[in-house]
């Protein structure tokens, strides 16, 4: 059974930094692209960051690019979104997802094949 599991999101201040993580598990991951993506209340679910399993190229959102950091320790089967400079803007719920077969990343959400449960971003201006 796959399972994305996130953690690390809560409350943080404008300016402030928090770490995203993103456990897989359930099967090999090799052949995936995994992205992070966003729903803010009110809005539609949206494409923030992506990266091949590989982990040799990563690919950011227009509105996240310079600030977050997206990663990947295959070792631990962990993707992470290191997030700096926050805004008020970024609170959302943020999901990680892992779509098979690509290698650069689908920004439509129903591409992706399996998702997490979200963990909360709450900044604070």
């Known amino acids: 059974q796959v399972q994305l599991v996130e953690s690390g999101g809560g409350l943080v201040q404008a300016g402030g930094s928090l770490r995203l993580s993103c456990a897989a598990s359930?099967?090999?991951?090799?052949?995936?692209?995994m992205g992070w993506f966003r729903q803010a209340p009110g809005k539609e679910r949206e494409f923030v960051a992506g990266?091949?399993?590989?982990?040799?190229?990563?690919y950011y959102a227009d509105s996240v690019k310079g600030r977050f950091t997206i990663s990947i320790d295959n070792a631990k089967n962990t993707v992470y979104l290191q997030m700096n400079s926050l805004k008020p803007e970024d609170t959302a719920v943020y999901c990680c997802?892992?779509?098979?077969?690509?290698?650069?990343?689908?920004?439509?959400?129903?591409?992706?094949?399996?998702w997490g449960q979200g963990t909360q971003v709450t900044v604070s201006s």
């Open positions: 359930g099967r090999t991951f090799s052949n995936y692209l």
């Open positions: 997802a892992a779509d098979y077969g690509a290698y650069v990343p689908r920004r439509v959400p129903t591409a992706y094949d399996y």
């Open positions: 990266i091949p399993w590989s982990g040799d190229s990563t």
